[in-house]
């Protein structure tokens, strides 16, 4: 699996609506790259961010990416 993709692949590889992956990239919530008039999804980072907020709906504890607590500056376990 490519980690970015335009979104008709990316929609065949997440199963997610080619609406809601374009409308995602333009407001921002799907993590992409747009390289001159076409979006790249970044579906790697899509999945993650999908089940951490699966998970913080069904109440589980999520652990953050090592990155991501470097990028806040907090200790998280």
Excluded: W
Excluded at 8 to 33: E, I, M
């Amino acid at each position: 699996m490519a980690p970015f993709q335009k979104i008709p692949d990316a929609s065949r590889t997440t199963g997610l609506s080619q609406y809601f992956l374009r409308n995602g990239c333009k407001d921002g919530t799907v993590p992409h790259v747009k390289y001159g008039t076409v979006y790249l999804v970044n579906v790697p980072a899509l999945l993650r961010r999908l089940d951490a907020e699966s998970n913080a709906l069904n109440g589980a504890r999520v652990p953050l990416l090592e990155r991501e607590k470097n990028e806040r500056g907090a200790c998280y376990d």
